[in-house]
């Protein structure tokens, strides 16, 4: 039979972790997935297998895309493409992102574009399919919850990078419904806030509750980081204060402790990727350790085992601290002591994530990706109250304040450094909160997105210190992948790609 050639989101049925070939594949060897999602076993196994492609993806590690969505990229393109890293890895793809170089041709761009539409597709199987099942209502109402999160933080990802996008809310089950035009961003926003306020109203509080899922007041954090996007101001503030006064959630006292291993899902995490295996077994690694960790340190046993520090902060980013700032002593590592004395230094690399007692040889870890924590969404309220009152509030300096308050406690008591904001006006306390969401989220996602946000990624990139680099203003969204364009003759490209 002859083969044919369909669009990477077409025709692939997602109740187990594994994928199909969306370009070269026989019509018959498709999964007739009407044969299943008849139980609550099935139900559950489809819901399941979406954390598949948020985490290693649906070919694990080896697959060509090389992970799921949190894997690398997402957190990898974010600080590449600002001010806060440079690319050190031979790949071009990389390397053209890192220098703003890149075309519709990347592959690092075609790859995530496939990813989002994989796990968007997968989502809304289990969205289809799993309340026609005969089963307890709350639970099929909470699984159908699940993937409408899920959905909705990958249609966020998708509009902030690229605008306009296909908003495909149905499963796609033949040509037809894969060959559709690019909607408006402000249509799929709609969607966004839709699905987030759907999952909210319907994630139960008893059943499959946290450690990786999605909750009720995860979905309101995201509502308001996405109404902050979209520039509604009022709404996202409403949504914070929520969060914040909730008491859900509670900053830890020491940023270092953020990133230990036995604090995850706990204090001020809001949602997060999860990788510790909490949700289903087998291999499942973060890339954290191998491309930011420092090279060559492994010696006797010790240290980094497998690291590669491809990506490495700019001097910039590292001098803008102060010393004493307890982000700089946990988000860096500049040496390293071995147990005979001997020490090495090394310019900086990213080590927040490296939980040294818990994995002392930095190889594949089972770190999560924190996706949403209450520190963002202090900050977000801080903004957003800025907008609203075109200047800052005393709420909003109470935000930024106690996010500062933290990083002066060094592990054993509080620094004269970084004294309380006050009497900014508008402009300055926004640029104060740019500058303290730098300090404060390096490689977590954020940076590229608030720099456009804010209009300033030219002038950030620019003035970084990063070599070769040519940003421009049409780079505040990225292009739409030209072989996708090559397979859907509807897309449309953005402007100067």
């Not at 199987?125 to 799993?130: H, K, P, T």
């Not at 209450?374 to 907008?387: K, P, S, T, V």
């Amino acid at each position: 039979m002859k083969k044919l050639i369909y669009p990477f989101y077409l025709i692939c049925f997602f109740f187990i972790p594994a994928g199909c070939d969306f370009l070269d594949e026989e019509p018959e060897s498709f999964i007739n997935s009407a044969t299943f999602y008849k139980t609550e076993s099935d139900a559950v196994a489809a819901t399941n297998a979406l954390y598949e492609y948020l985490t290693v993806g649906t070919e694990g590690i080896f697959d060509r895309g090389f992970g799921g969505i949190f894997f690398n990229d997402y957190w990898v393109f974010k600080d590449i493409l600002s001010d806060n890293c440079t690319e050190t890895i031979v790949s071009q793809e990389y390397r053209t992102l890192n220098e703003f170089t890149f075309t519709a041709e990347n592959e690092r761009i075609e790859l995530y574009w496939q990813d989002l539409y994989k796990t968007i597709n997968a989502s809304n199987v289990v969205i289809d399919r799993v309340p026609l099942i005969d089963m307890n209502e709350m639970r099929r109402d909470h699984l159908t919850a699940e993937a409408h999160f899920i959905r909705a933080m990958m249609y966020f990802e998708a509009v902030r990078l690229f605008g306009d996008v296909p908003l495909i809310l149905k499963e796609t089950v033949d040509l037809d419904d894969a060959i559709v035009a690019r909607s408006a961003k402000d249509n799929v926003y709609e969607a966004i806030v839709g699905d987030l306020e759907w999952a909210r109203d319907h994630l139960s509080s008893t059943y499959r509750v946290g450690s990786g899922r999605p909750t009720p007041m995860a979905c309101t954090a995201l509502l308001a980081k996405v109404y902050l996007e979209m520039g509604e101001h009022e709404l996202s503030a409403n949504q914070a204060e929520i969060v914040i006064t909730s008491n859900e959630y509670r900053l830890f006292d020491d940023f270092a402790d953020l990133f230990k291993l036995e604090n995850a899902n706990s204090g001020e995490i809001i949602f997060a990727v999860n990788y510790s295996g909490t949700l289903s077994q087998g291999f499942k690694p973060n890339q954290y350790h191998v491309r930011l960790l420092p090279p060559n340190l492994h010696k006797d046993g010790e240290g980094p085992e497998n690291a590669f520090g491809w990506e490495v902060p700019t001097a910039k980013l590292y001098n803008s601290y102060d010393a004493l700032d307890r982000r700089r002593e946990v988000t860096f590592i500049t040496s390293f002591t071995y147990s005979d004395n001997s020490t090495v230094t090394f310019d900086p690399h990213i080590s927040k994530f490296w939980d040294r007692e818990n994995e002392p040889l930095g190889n594949n870890t089972d770190q999560d990706v924190v996706y949403l924590r209450l520190a963002d969404i202090m900050l977000i309220y801080a903004e957003a109250l800025n907008e609203v009152n075109n200047g800052p509030t005393a709420i909003a300096y109470q935000m930024i304040n106690d996010i500062r308050k933290r990083a002066r406690f060094n592990g054993t008591v509080e620094q004269a450094i970084l004294p309380d904001l006050a009497g900014l006006d508008y402009q300055q306390f926004k640029d104060a909160i740019l500058q303290e969401r730098q300090w404060e989220f390096v490689m977590e996602g954020q940076r590229y997105h608030d720099l456009v946000r804010m209009g300033k990624l030219v002038e950030a990139v620019n003035t970084s210190g990063k070599l070769n680099v040519n940003p421009q203003p049409f780079h505040n969204l990225l292009p739409i992948p030209q072989r996708e364009r090559d397979l859907n003759p509807k897309l449309s490209q953005n402007d100067d790609y």
